[in-house]
Structure formats: C-alpha cells, structure tokens
C-alpha cells in the first residue's frame, strides 16, 4: 500500500467531504475515481472492524494474562521452529567479529549522551562499524540445535532466548558494499543480499511515511517479527514479548551508535503494509516491527 492509497482510506473513513480528501491524500480526481472503485471492500473492512480496534489495546493486555493461558505448542509436543529463518542470495561477508577493535567509549557515556539522532553526515560507515552495530544488536554468540530445541543466545535478552526478531539492512552508505536491501544472518554473520532493485530504497522511505531521516542515514535497520518463535513457547502472551525483544534491540543500537560517534533514531511510524510489501513478508508470519536509522553524525 503507497501513502495514496493510504490517504485515501484513512481520510475517507474518516468522513472527508470529496475535495478535502483530494486535498488531503494529495491526489487527483482520476486517483480518488480509481480508488472509489477498486477499494469498496478495503472500506467495508475498515468500517466492520473500527469498533473492535477502538479497544484493543486494553483488550490485548487483558486477554494476554496468564489467567486465559492453553498449554503451548512446545508442551504439547509440536515441532520446534527454527532458531532463524533459511534466506537465500549472493553472501557478502562481514569483518569477523573476532577481528574487531571494540569501541572505548564508557558504557555511562553512550548512556548519558543517547539521543535520538535524524540528522547524518555524508560519511560512508565502515564495515568494521557495522560489524559492530550488529554485533551489539543482533549477533548469536551461541547457538545450540537438538531435535526438540532451537535456540541462539545474544548480546540481547530475549524472552526463553527465542529471539524471534531478525534483522534486515537497508544499505544506503557502507565502505565496499553496494546499496541494497540486505539480511542478516546472526549465525554466520554475514549479509545475504535480498533486493537490490532501483525502487527498493524509495519504498522504504515511502513506507516510513517520508521520514527524511530514512533517506539520509548510512544504514537502516529494519527488525522484523517471526511470532511462532515466541508463541510456540508461550501461545498468545508471546505477542506480548515480540515487542519487548524489539526495544532492546533498538537500545544496544543506539548505545552502540554513540559509541563509534554515530546516532540513532527509532521509528514506530510506518506503514504496516507498505513496509511488510517492500519486504516480501505476509504480515502474519512476519512483519515489520521496528526500525532504526543510523548515520555518522554531522
Ligand atoms: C517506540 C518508538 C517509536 C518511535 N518512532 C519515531 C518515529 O517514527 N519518528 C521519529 O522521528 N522518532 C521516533 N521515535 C523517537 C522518539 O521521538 C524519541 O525517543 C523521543 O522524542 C525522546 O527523544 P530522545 O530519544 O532524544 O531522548 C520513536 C521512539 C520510540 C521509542
């Protein structure tokens, strides 16, 4: 979904007059026509569940106590997800960790001068760098597979150590790789190429609603969810937790980021579709759950 079609659900559900949702969602008559016509579903769909999401936060936090909890699926003996998802493309490697000169910023320090950053130099990072931000953030410093387990342990918590985030990186500016939207993966630690077609850093851009920050950072980190991990351990309260991972993920990026003089800035608001569509993701399985850009600083 681009920010149009966005616009024009969101002020048409709203109860805009026709011109102020051309005005609005900034489009023309021959846009709001097309969408009149090829959207009626998408609107019946908003209407039907608006009176359900207007409480669901509450109802979330309500129905996720331990009062409604089922035996999960690990108890009942289903089998295990994997530890990190198979991902195929062209492998780009990453300076090992072992080789890495760790950064000698004090710990109080990066916490004292944390904030959030939008505003980056031209610089390029260099891969030792990024090594390191992933290294922080998102690295398996262990990880141990038997039939009925799958787990990896990180610089992170995670709740169980399931660790059903994962990472992808939109590279804009990194010494010796080429822009493109890139995986992770925090057992090899390695970069697996995912898309590197012209339109993907526009997307993502589009998908975080135009925030300039995305377009001028050296690298975006975007986090992704693969609730199973979590649920198969602890059923629906896990949703609870997917969220919970994400922020400490997020705060090693920024504490890693002041520490080799670069800065951070999460964002929450994106487009849900837009961004689970750039990605190739279902939005069910997977989906989009946070994201953080980061550059060097001005
Ligand atoms: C969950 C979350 C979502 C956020 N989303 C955005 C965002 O979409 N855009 C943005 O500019 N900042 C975003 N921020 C950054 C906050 O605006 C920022 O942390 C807050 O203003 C406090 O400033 P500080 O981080 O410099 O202390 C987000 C922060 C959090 C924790």
Known sequence: MDMKTFGYLYYKTRGYAHDD???NAEITEEEYEFFEKNLQDVL???ETLRPVAENIGQDFVRLTRYIYERESDQTLGVQRPDAVKARVGEIVSLPAIGTLTMPDMPLAKAIEQRRSRREYSQEALKQEELSFLLWASSWARDFRS???MELTFRNVPSAGSRHPIETFLDIRRV???KPGL???H???HCLILYDNSEQIAAKIHEGCMFQEMISNAAVNFILTAVPYRTVWRY?????RYL???AGHIGQNIHLAAEAIDAGACMIGAFLDEAMNEALGLDGIEEFVIYISSVGKKP
């Open 21 to 23: 949702i051309l005005k």
């Open 44 to 46: 019946k769909e908003i």
């Open 146 to 148: 038997t039939e009925r």
């Open 175 to 177: 010494e010796g790789i």
């Open 182 to 184: 890139y995986y992770y």
């Open 186 to 188: 925090p057992i090899k």
């Open 235 to 239: 059923g629906q309260r896990g949703y």
């Open 243 to 245: 969220y919970l991972d």
